[in-house]
């Protein structure tokens, strides 16, 4: 292709006219103006594995019939205590076995095995998230440009990305909208960097390159949308299993293509094409080798069944049955190796269904008469691995192995891969682009809004209007007001457990990536729910106070907003913290229930303090409602207007030794000093 014709055919003002050529021709086109300010190649990473394996101890249980119960507290505890006295023993899979290979880049390599052959496995081994725990074990070594994965363990993420099987998104986000926050999180380095790297050509070519890599920046967003096929639907809600939005196919070109920003080298998919037409798959598939050869990405593929004119596209293939490597070499030799172990695959038949079905007991439908050298056909995936380890394409990839990185993919690791930071996005900025998105994601939930709204508002009036003007000298009364009337505005933040157990799957994904930091996400996940928290105090706590005949002082009604808020808020952040911690919503919703239950018993309302046995006194102290009844009662009581010796011409001081307000406290095993107050709001 002809660099200075594409440069006239190729407009720079949005991502449509960078694709009027289509995105072979877009590549071909960004790729020589950066090659060119670069003066050399662009970054690209190899990555070497040797000997790796990955395996787990799994204890196994006796089954006594309940492994089909649903997962509930009761259930959960019921098969743990039941399963004290039944035989356990402990099993130890293999999960990969000694998996070696080497991934080029500016290929594509395609990942063939069944299910639990390892795939998915081997994807997040490399990419760092496989889920460590003490009960796994993985060893071999594993190098990028030469540099060990625990080397660069906090930036992998900027440039290795892997795209996950399963699709988590925020339902009430369109599917720009997805992507545009992606860019924003992961996407500003090419940008920020422009200056820094494009230096090499002539100052035309590098003024030239840094307006290209600027709009590509910019328009990046709209790129992706064309290239994955989601023009139609780019103003569509992503939606989920209880919100209809986009099909499950173009759900997951989302989750591809959120995986697609910042300056990655290498590309890791898990079977990214279930959902997908043949049509559709083959497009991304081969758009994906286009970015490979021209941008000289890694691009590593695993998919199930895929079309023969798909993988055809592919430079090398990676098959794996029972965590062992059966073949892992050109896509053009596979054919003549397998032929040469005396298999064939039969006219009509596709070639990825015919090698997926080798070492299983399908086999035999593949088997000719065997090569004179050999004495048996392989029929287990160890055979094959045993196999295929004599083979002389194995030996090759051990030559490669064994030669040194090259100094070109060195000075690629120091240049770009060991400056690279683990956060594109400082704190402070993530932390904003996470509230915004938090902000926009609960203003999009108008039902749920506006049903609490009047919820709060009926309640309100409720309770005011029930306990109009009540009698100070009544204290179950204004306590019992205290008590329901805070239970019901912060327990109610148990509502949002199931949103927030849908959003940490979310989490986890992009969290993975690195999109930001856990601290930034916990900052503006809270900060989010300051505004829900403020108007609900505002409307239930001004109806109650001024209704039910609280003291008439500004500063005691701005007191008990400030405790009522606090624990509003403080309440809904436990809630977050518990579904943090619950491993589901069903093991959540009972502890949530639990949680309540303890909330109102040891309140100190139900029971008293110098009620409450001492071995369980401690849970008095913990219970953030008993400190918000103590402190709104002191507010109350401890006021200008009732902290009296004479009240309704009764003389306390006198008769009881103490003021009105104080009598009354005690009453109730409360706390007298104000200071309670201020250790309550802290």
């Known amino acids: 292709m002809e660099h200075g014709t594409t440069t006239k055919q190729i407009g720079l003002e949005s991502g449509k006219t960078l694709l009027a050529n289509g995105p072979a021709a877009m590549h071909e086109f960004v790729a020589s103006k950066l090659e060119t300010s670069l003066g050399g190649e662009l970054p690209q990473m190899e990555v070497r594995f040797t000997d790796l394996s990955v395996s787990a101890d799994i204890t196994v249980v006796e089954d006594d019939g309940s492994s089909s119960d649903l997962p509930t507290l009761w259930n959960t505890v019921r098969k743990s205590v039941s399963g004290i006295g039944r035989k356990k023993q402990v ?24 299910p639990g052959s390892g795939k998915s496995s081997l994807m997040k081994v490399l990419s760092g998230r496989f889920p460590v725990a003490k009960n796994v ?16 363990q906090n930036q992998l993420p900027q440039f290795l990305s892997y795209v996950p099987q399963h699709d988590k998104h925020f339902a009430t986000l369109t599917v720009r909208e997805t992507l545009e926050y992606a860019h924003e999180f992961c996407g500003g380095e090419l940008k920020r960097r422009a200056g820094e790297l494009l230096t090499q050509g002539t100052p035309d070519e590098n003024h030239e390159a840094q307006a290209v890599a600027k709009a590509v920046f910019d328009h990046y967003p709209e790129v992706v949308v064309n290239q994955l096929g989601l023009t139609n639907c780019q103003d569509t809600i992503v939606g989920d299993a209880l919100l209809r939005g986009v099909s499950g196919g173009e759900r997951k070109r989302v989750t591809t293509g959120e995986m697609e920003f910042g300056m990655k080298y290498m590309t890791l998919m898990d079977e990214i094409s279930t959902g997908l037409d043949s049509a559709a798959t083959f497009d991304i598939i081969n758009t994906q080798r286009s970015i490979a050869h021209r941008y000289h990405k890694t691009v590593v593929i695993a998919l199930l069944q895929p079309a023969p004119e798909v993988v055809a ?75 295929f380890r004599d083979s002389h394409i194995y030996q090759n990839n051990l030559r490669m192995l064994e030669q040194p990185t090259s100094d070109k993919l060195k000075h690629f690791a120091e240049k770009h891969m060991i400056p690279m930071p683990a956060f594109h ?47 100070p000298t009544e204290i179950q009364v204004v306590m019992g007001i205290i008590f329901a009337g805070t239970l019901f505005l912060s327990l109610g933040q148990a509502s949002q457990l199931p949103t927030f157990i849908a959003a940490r799957d979310i989490f986890y994904k992009q969290r993975g990536a690195n999109f930001f930091r856990t601290a930034s996400y916990v900052v503006a996940n809270s900060i989010s729910q300051l505004p829900l928290c403020i108007t609900e105090t505002l409307i239930f706590g001004t109806l109650v106070y001024w209704m039910c005949g609280f003291v008439s002082e500004v500063l005691e009604f701005l007191l008990f907003l400030l405790v009522l808020f606090m624990t509003n808020f403080g309440l809904g952040s436990f809630f977050f913290v518990l579904t943090a911690a619950a491993p589901d919503i069903n093991i959540a919703t009972p502890i949530s229930m639990a949680s309540t239950l ?3 018993i040891f309140a100190g309302f139900i029971v008293t303090e110098s009620q409450i046995p001492s071995y369980f006194i401690w849970l008095y102290w913990i219970t953030p409602v008993s400190w918000t009844l103590r402190a709104l009662a002191i507010i109350e009581y401890r006021s200008a207007a009732l902290d009296v010796c004479v009240y309704e011409d009764i003389d306390y001081c006198a008769t009881e030794g103490v003021t009105m307000g104080t009598y009354y406290l005690q009453l109730f095993d409360l706390k007298t000093e104000k200071i309670w107050i201020f250790y309550c709001e802290t």
């Open 91 to 114: 099993v130890h899979k293999e999960i990969l076995k000694n998996v070696t290979g080497v991934f080029r880049p500016g290929t594509m390599t395609l990942v063939l095995g069944q």
């Open 137 to 152: 074990t993985i060893s071999g070594d594993m190098t990028y440009n030469g540099l060990k994965q625990a080397e660069i």
């Open 313 to 387: 596209l592919f430079d090398d293939l990676m098959i794996l049955n029972a965590g062992e490597v059966m073949y892992h070499g050109p896509m053009s030799e596979v054919e003549p190796y397998f032929a040469g172990l005396g298999f064939a695959c039969p006219q009509g038949r596709d070639v990825a269904d015919y090698l997926m079905d080798l070492g299983t007991k399908q086999q035999s439908q593949y088997e000719v008469e065997l090569p004179v050298a050999n004495y048996a056909h392989p029929r287990d995936p160890s055979e094959f691995a045993r196999a």
């Open 425 to 471: 996005q400082s704190f402070q900025a993530s932390a904003l682009t996470l509230l915004r998105r938090q902000m926009f994601i609960i203003g999009r939930n108008k039902p749920y809004i506006f049903g609490r709204a009047l919820m709060i508002t009926v309640m309100g009036l409720l309770y005011a209007t029930t306990f109009y003007q009540f009698d």
């Open 598 to 600: 303890i909330f109102i």
